[in-house]
């Protein structure tokens, strides 16, 4: 089993290719929000077309979204997979997941609510900024920004039978991994 996890793509269809050459062989693939709009940012993201980043994305059927906070009901009319509000959850391969975009309540209390729920991981997008650890028995995982990182790189995570990697996504280097 392998999952790619990815978020905040804002309509850049540069970096979801990129992201999608990383993540080809996923069994599934899970999206932390925000997925074609870029909100009230300026520059654009790089290769900002959301009709092309949709089209892709349309073409597959391995997919599990959650509303981000750039993202509309307009948004839902253009792609084929529900965005889900305000939460995910997933149980792949025995594996219990709880997504949200992150941004309704603060990290702490999202994270006891997975604690909560029995999850065996958390994962969340907003904040463009990786984040992967233990906190006691369950995983908490921010793959980044696929497309508009604050942080120092372009990146998406695989959840694979062992382990989390998350990776650069222009380099295809492993920046972490957390064995589980």
């Known amino acids: 089993m392998k999952i790619g996890v990815l978020s905040d793509t804002h309509g850049s269809f540069f970096y979801v290719e990129k992201a999608f050459e990383v993540l ?40 599990f ?18 965005i889900q509000s305000p939460y995910v959850f997933l149980s792949i391969e025995g594996k ?3 997504l949200c975009h992150g941004y309704k309540k603060p990290l702490n209390e999202l994270i006891a609510q997975a604690k909560n729920l029995n999850c065996d991981i958390f994962i969340y997008g907003h904040t463009h900024i990786k984040e992967l650890r233990k906190d006691n028995n369950l995983i908490v995982l921010n793959p980044g920004s696929t497309s508009l990182p604050k942080d120092d790189s372009h990146s998406v995570a695989i959840i694979d039978d062992s382990h989390i990697s998350l990776i650069d996504i222009n380099t295809k280097s492993i920046i972490q991994v957390l064995e589980y």
């Open 96 to 98: 219990k997941i709880f």
């Open 24 to 63: 080809n062989d996923c069994d599934y693939i899970i999206h932390g929000g925000d997925i074609l709009y870029h909100g009230p940012r300026n520059p654009l993201p790089k290769g900002y077309d959301p009709k092309s980043v949709a089209n892709k994305i349309n073409d597959l059927d391995n997919l």
């Open 65 to 82: 979204f959650t509303r981000g906070n750039c993202d509309s009901d307009v948004d839902q009319m253009v792609l084929n997979h529900p």
